[in-house]
């Protein structure tokens, strides 16, 4: 099946607007046709048969005329198809054509080229099929001049949709002639065109295009996110130097993606720079410093980050130490379960719950907190990593150790969290470990009756 989509035609958009022209026009003939047949039989059915008769030749000529012009019609159509087959731009038209192309003269080489340019929309599609399996008609057709003819299609054409198609085809034959050209596209005033250009470059393996995309992130009709991704999936071997360049940089957007884009290629040598951006006046690229930190556990600087005054930053860092496993973060990340922010409490959370037993102590001190928040996020880390589910177990079988659990589970309901545990009490089907779930479920309503007594201002 590997080549069927070869053989079959690109086109822009599927539908062929001639057929559905020639459509419309045989679809209104007929339709002509037969409102005139209408007529003759309401002429009939009143009467009228001697106007009937004598519209009978008129009725003729139209009928006749009609098969004529539909003939004649589809006719035509056949013929400027057939014409139009021999010159489209098809995958195998062009692996043909590439192969002759350093046979052929000036002039046929030029109506080569000026073939594949008519409709660059149709040459891109047709050579995203082959060049990838075939890079011999890429290196055929760059040999034939057809990069700079495009690239010149690129910077003169004044449709935006011609220079978005050149941009795509300059990306697939890859010409190192054409960086030049498409990284001056990025300047274009057409947002699109700019993005098909930075599109183009990703598509190389050059240190020039990757350093070209990276002069990108500072242009502001291009979406840095966009730009910052496309770079993620280039391969470039040198790019861990072109990015450590641009860390001193003024621009504290360039800061922002230099710490992004060295924490995703995650080589232990960006360390240092990683370190030096942890303590950027900005907290943006702070925040993104301690997310790439995941990659390089540094406890010491993650405990300085953890501490930072910007909550941005203090959630990020929560997340990257989690996901670092730094376990001897523990106490801190507790700490944080009473956070003002929510996103701090959240991540740090959900670092402890990733961490298991090793945080269970610190969590189990926080079920006691003076703040709501941090004994409802405690409950949830708790819940998360499984430990509560093994106090329940413990409890309901009545093992040793099950007055433990009780103490526990009565503290984990007063964090309101006694959806857990009834849920458990209503899966079990022995009604004395189900009886001691539910004296834990009342005894944290009386002790929560009885704390709010204690609370409640004297009369």
């Given at each position: 099946m590997r080549g069927a989509p070869q053989r079959r035609t690109a086109t822009a958009s599927g539908d062929d607007p001639g057929q559905t022209i020639r459509f419309t026009v045989v679809a209104l003939c007929l339709l002509g046709t037969a409102c005139a047949y209408v007529a003759c039989i309401v002429l009939v059915m009143g009467g009228h048969i001697d106007v009937l008769f004598a519209l009978l030749p008129w009725l003729a000529a139209t009928a006749a005329g009609?098969?004529?012009?539909?003939?004649?019609y589809a006719l035509f159509g056949a013929g400027q198809e057939r014409l139009r087959s021999?010159?489209?731009?098809?995958?195998?038209?062009?692996r043909e054509m590439a192969a002759q192309i350093d046979s052929l003269d000036t002039s046929q080489r030029a109506e080569f080229k000026r073939q594949l340019i008519t409709r660059l929309d149709v040459t891109r599609d047709a050579l995203s099929e082959i060049v990838e399996q075939e890079p011999r008609v890429r290196d055929e057709l760059v040999a034939?001049?057809?990069?700079?003819?495009?690239?010149?299609?690129?910077?003169?054409?004044?449709?935006?949709?011609?220079?978005?198609a050149a941009a795509g085809v300059l990306g697939l034959l890859r010409s190192p002639g054409s960086v030049t050209v498409l990284k001056a596209a990025l300047d274009d005033s057409d947002p699109d065109v700019a993005y098909a250009a930075a599109q183009a470059l990703s598509l190389y393996s050059s240190s020039t295009a990757y350093a070209a995309l990276l002069f990108a992130l500072t242009k502001e009709r291009l979406p840095?996110?966009?730009?910052?991704?496309?770079?993620?999936?280039?391969?470039?071997?040198?790019a861990r130097e072109l990015i450590e360049r641009r860390a001193e940089s003024d621009n504290p957007q360039v800061r922002y993606?230099?710490?992004?884009?060295?924490?995703?290629?995650?080589?232990?040598?960006?360390?240092?720079?990683?370190?030096?951006?942890a303590h950027d006046p900005e907290e943006d690229v702070r925040a993104n410093a301690a997310e790439s930190l995941a990659s390089f556990p540094n406890e010491r600087l993650m405990r300085q980050l953890l501490d930072d005054h910007s909550w941005v930053v203090r959630s990020h860092a929560a997340k990257a130490a989690g996901a670092a496993g730094?376990?001897?973060?523990?106490?801190?990340?507790?700490?944080?379960?009473e956070d003002r922010s929510w996103w701090v409490r959240q991540n740090a959370t959900l670092a402890l719950a990733a961490f298991g037993e090793a945080a269970v102590p610190w969590l189990l001190s926080q079920l006691h907190s003076e703040d709501r928040f941090a004994r409802n996020k405690a409950a949830e880390a708790l819940i998360r990593c499984g430990y509560a589910a093994r106090q329940i177990d413990l409890l309901a079988s009545g093992a040793v150790g099950w007055e433990n659990a009780h103490g526990f589970l009565v503290d984990l309901a007063r964090a309101e969290a006694r959806g857990t545990?009834?849920?458990?009490?209503?899966?079990?089907?022995?009604?004395?470990?189900?009886?001691?779930?539910?004296?834990?479920?009342k005894e944290s309503e009386e002790s929560s009756a009885n704390h709010a007594v204690d609370l409640a201002p004297a009369a």
């Open positions: 009609t098969i004529l012009a539909v003939t004649a021999r010159h489209q731009i098809t995958a195998e038209r062009i034939g001049g057809l990069a700079e003819r495009v690239a010149f299609e690129l910077t003169s054409s004044r449709s935006k949709w011609h220079r978005v840095a996110a966009r730009v910052a991704s496309l770079l993620e999936s280039f391969r470039c071997p040198n993606w230099v710490a992004y884009l060295l924490g995703s290629l995650a080589d232990p040598r960006s360390e240092p720079v990683i370190e030096q951006l730094l376990t001897a973060l523990s106490p801190r990340l507790a700490a944080l379960l545990i009834e849920r458990a009490a209503g899966g079990l089907s022995d009604p004395r470990a189900q009886r001691r779930l539910l004296d834990v479920l």
